[in-house]
């Protein structure tokens, strides 16, 4: 959704200790402190109906930053982004961009932000080339270079020139990101982004996403459902739960240092030497087995030290990961109400 036009406005379419989300939302800038703030949303409500839906929700975004937007369905995260780019009004609070306020400067503050809200809306019967065109018209910053640089950026030659109704969803997906991306916006809003998309896309999408953020300093909001992901490119989490903001914390504050243990899976081909080698050098060690390898409770400069051992030692591993993580911790921890 390229959100830059009058004609939008008119139709309407479509690791530490925590930090307290009190304490980020009126010191966020550690570490980035030298960022403009370019998102401010203060006591944001709505409600619909006689429900409130979203209840006095207060954050920041700085300059750069990549921020997720985390919670279980229903918990509010779309219906905030709705809000971020116009598509519903708050009942109470106030959102700006850039320093202009969404509901009474809202043409001053869009033009700041690109997003895909739920769905790409594209035209099927043209092709991808045809709907950037079509979209990028309507702007005042039209240039054929620029969808060029996108096509290009997103990895889209192969089939740019093809009709849109014979995308797959990924290539919906990347189509409508080059769409949101083309009038160069200072914010990108994405509602579950790597839906429909591949493992090579989701790792192509996320290297974009870091590029976008660290060479183009430009700031992005993430909803998505899949942790591992957040935590791979995000800065930093707003986790939701029934419309309230139960946690607001730097990804790098969530891991406690690189002392703590943690599990982790090796995988390789011969158990029984490996097992052998366990049993003499990891006495008393909590150690799990199963038929591709095993799991063991380690720190990080563990994890090189046995790593070298098997190999010295003759064996291939095949592979090494990380079985918990700190993020996932941190979310199912606030969603049973846990305090930190």
């Known amino acids: 959704m390229l959100l830059e036009t009058k004609s939008f406005h008119r139709s309407s379419v479509g690791i530490g200790s925590l930090v307290p989300i009190e304490q980020i939302i009126g010191d966020e800038g550690d570490g980035m402190q030298e960022h403009e703030i370019v998102l401010d949303v203060v006591n944001l409500s709505k409600k619909i109906g006689k429900s409130l839906i979203i209840k006095d929700v207060s954050f920041q975004l700085n300059q750069g ?19 971020l780019v116009g598509l519903l009004k708050p009942s109470n609070g106030s959102i700006h961009i850039k320093k202009f306020n969404i509901n009474t400067q809202f043409e001053k503050a869009i033009t700041h932000v690109g997003a895909i809200i739920e769905n790409p809306i594209l035209y099927d019967y043209l092709s991808g080339y045809d709907n950037l065109v079509h979209f990028f018209r309507m702007t005042e910053r039209f240039s054929y270079d620029r969808i060029d640089e996108m096509i290009e950026l997103l990895k889209m030659e192969d089939y740019v020139q093809d009709k849109v109704f014979t995308y797959s969803l990924g290539m919906r997906q990347r189509l409508g990101l080059a769409q949101a991306l083309l009038h160069q916006p200072s914010i990108l809003l994405l509602d579950e982004p790597t839906n429909g998309l591949d493992p090579e896309g989701i790792m192509n999408l996320r290297e ?11 700031s992005i909001i993430i909803s998505s459902h899949i942790l591992s992901e957040i935590e791979l490119i995000c800065d930093s989490v707003l986790v939701m739960n029934d419309g309230q903001c139960i946690e607001r914390s730097f990804i790098r504050d969530l891991d406690n240092g690189i ?3 943690h599990t982790y899976t090796f995988t390789l081909p011969h158990i029984e030497a490996a097992k052998n080698i366990l049993q003499s050098h990891y006495v008393g060690e909590s150690i799990q087995y199963h038929a591709s390898g095993f799991s063991i409770d380690l720190e990080t400069q563990g994890v ?11 064996l291939d591993v095949i592979g090494i990961e990380r ?18």
Request: without cysteine; glycine residues 12%; hydrophobic residues 35%.
């Open 304 to 314: 090189a030290d046995l790593n070298r051992l098997l190999v010295n030692s003759g």
């Open 323 to 340: 079985r918990d993580s700190p993020l996932e911790d941190l979310f199912a921890h606030k969603l049973r109400g846990g305090q930190t």
């Open 259 to 261: 002392d703590k243990k």
């Open 65 to 83: 930053e990549v921020l997720g937007l985390l919670g279980p369905n229903g918990s509010g995260k779309t219906t905030i982004l709705k809000m």
């Open 208 to 218: 974009t996403l870091r590029k976008l953020a660290t060479e183009q300093e430009v």
